[in-house]
Every structure is written in C-alpha cells, then in structure tokens.
C-alpha cells in the first residue's frame, strides 16, 4: 500500500507557535501532496511536491520532502487559531497515477 | 470556493428511499471522483470518472450508483442504503493528462445520514 501515515494524530499548540506534522508512506512516489480540511467542510489543496525537490514553501506553509526515509514534513509557522482544521498528506497510487491515497490526517487545534 | 459545488450539503434518509447526491465542478476538469469519509477512517476512493468513463469502482456495493452525464456533472445515486453508510460523501475533480497527477479540488460534502 500507499497510504501516506501522518504523525501525530492529534496537535495542540498556542496561538504564534509553529506546528510540524509528518507523513510516512510506504512506495516510491514521484510527488506527495498536502490538503487540509476544516470540520465537517471538503478539503483543500495545499502544496504538491515533486520527487526531485526537497523543500517548498507557500506562504506560511514548508514542505519538505525525503525520498530516501520516504516522509515528509509539513511546518505551519506562526500558527493562527484559523489553522484548526486536519491535515492530510496524499500520495499517488501505482508511481504516478491521478488516484490520490489519503492518510487519516493530523488533527491540529490553535488554542488562542 | 473551490470551483466544486455539491448539493445537498445534508440528507438524511431512511433505508427504504431513493435519493441522489449532486456535484457539480465550474473549472474545465476532465476527471472527477467521489469519497466517503467516515469517522476516524482515511478517506476511501469509491468512484473516478475520466472523460466521462467510469474508471474505477473500488468495490462499492451496488446501493451505490454513480453517474457522469458530462464532464461538469456528477451524481450519485442511493437506494436502500444501510446505517453504516452514513458518512460525509465527497466529491473531487482534477485535470487528468494520461496519469500524470494534478491537484484536487474537493466540493464541501454531502453529510448523510441513513436511519
């Protein structure tokens, strides 16, 4: 299989702090991609990273990616109470196909 | 707004009825997907139309019936659907070049709930 694994299950931080969550997945890939999803709402693309790059940044959000420990990171910086949602690493299934394989997610809560 | 619209936003039906479940997506994709996501469970893939062919079925039970009339638009119909259906559906679409990956775009959900 696949599925990406985030790790932690579940995140609490203060309002300013910076959050990581990691995901681990099992096969080669040639991208892995990041969505969040707020409660009860669909999710969101966030930030797709190509196998041949290491790190990527949008915004407040850094990716990073390790072909060779087959994880990623995603790093929210300055973390604001709007960030409360889950987080969702996804990897290709078969090397490259369009069917996305989501992990169960990181619950992350901002406390303010 | 993510470009993908999905109607109803709830239903709740009993195990005897009919309903169907709609999305619509206003961003020229030729591919689009339906979820469920239930609780504390990965997302799970049921159904993925590209071109407006069915090209995956990942072993969803006949209550549950997909449709593509055209590559705006897709449905998914419900009959006597069981209390373990109960889930938030989610529809997704992206641009498909022959398997290359693209990013999806989700609607916000349809949250059923079978009695």
């Known amino acids: 299989s696949q599925q990406g694994e985030e790790d932690p299950q579940a995140l609490s931080i203060q309002e300013g702090e910076n959050a990581t969550m990691n995901c681990s997945y099992k096969?080669?890939?040639?991208?892995l991609q990041w969505y969040r999803q707020n409660s009860g709402r669909g999710l969101v693309h966030l930030i797709l990273?190509?196998?041949?790059?290491r790190e990527k940044h949008s915004g407040r959000l850094r990716v990073t990616l390790d072909t060779s420990k087959k994880s990623s990171s995603l790093l929210i910086t300055a973390s604001r109470a709007a960030d409360t949602a889950s987080y969702f690493c996804?990897?290709?299934?078969?090397?490259?196909?369009?069917?996305?394989?989501f992990g169960k997610g990181t619950k992350l809560t901002v406390n303010p | 707004e993510t470009g993908v619209t999905q109607t109803p936003r709830h239903l709740v039906m009993g195990m005897t009825n009919k309903k169907s479940l709609k999305c619509e997506q206003h961003?020229?994709?030729?591919?689009m997907y339906w979820y469920k996501q239930s609780a504390k469970k990965p997302l799970e893939l049921m159904f993925v139309?590209?071109?407006?062919?069915?090209?995956e079925n990942n072993s969803v039970p006949s209550r549950f019936s997909p449709e593509c009339p055209n590559s705006s638009h897709l449905f998914l119909h419900l009959h006597t659907l069981q209390p373990e259906d109960s889930a938030l559906y989610l529809c997704?679409?992206?641009?498909?070049?022959?398997?290359?990956?693209?990013?999806?775009?989700f609607g916000p959900g349809t949250r059923l709930t079978v009695t």
């Open positions: 961003l020229g994709h030729n591919a």
């Open positions: 996804a990897t290709p299934r078969q090397g490259g196909s369009e069917k996305l394989v």
């Open positions: 997704a679409s992206s641009q498909d070049f022959g398997g290359r990956v693209y990013e999806q775009y």
């Open positions: 096969t080669s890939i040639n991208n």
């Open positions: 990273i190509r196998s041949n790059e």
């Open positions: 139309y590209s071109l407006e062919e069915r090209v």
